[in-house]
Nanobody, 115 residues
Framework: QVQLGESGGGLVQAGGSLRLSCAAP????????MGWYRQVLGKQRELVAG???????KYADSVKGRFTISRDNAKNMVYLQMNSLKPEDTAVYYC?????????WGQGTQVTVST
């Protein structure tokens, strides 16, 4: 069973920063693209940022220039650095790993940005 573990969420004031971390199994981590999604209650889960096994990245328009996704294949970790946070960034953030067979999800970490 593949398990992903997020950490780093919390409460922050608007304009502040948070760094989310996600640990993945080492046996398959470096072969697969990883992503960060977020979901607000009552809304669909949306892609925030993604990174390929080779390090290419993509971002939702709403976070471009503020968020940075990165991965450390030696530590089997993927990160999301979030700067200049806005109240509309408030959501549960999920780590995702996409394999040829299926997608795997973490349990989610709450990010709350206050005004």
């Amino acid at each position: 069973q593949v398990q992903l573990g997020e950490s780093g969420g919390g409460l922050v004031q608007a304009g502040g920063s948070l760094r989310l971390s996600c640990a993945a199994p080492g046996s398959i981590f470096r072969l697969n693209p990883m992503g960060w999604y977020r979901q607000v209650l009552g809304k669909q889960r949306e892609l925030v940022a993604g990174i390929t096994s080779g390090g290419s990245t993509k971002y939702a328009d709403s976070v471009k220039g503020r968020f940075t996704i990165s991965r450390d294949n030696a530590k089997n970790m993927v990160y999301l650095q979030m700067n200049s946070l806005k109240p509309e960034d408030t959501a549960v953030y999920y780590c995702n790993m996409l394999t040829v067979l299926r997608a795997y999800w973490g349990q989610g970490t709450q990010v709350t940005v206050s005004t």
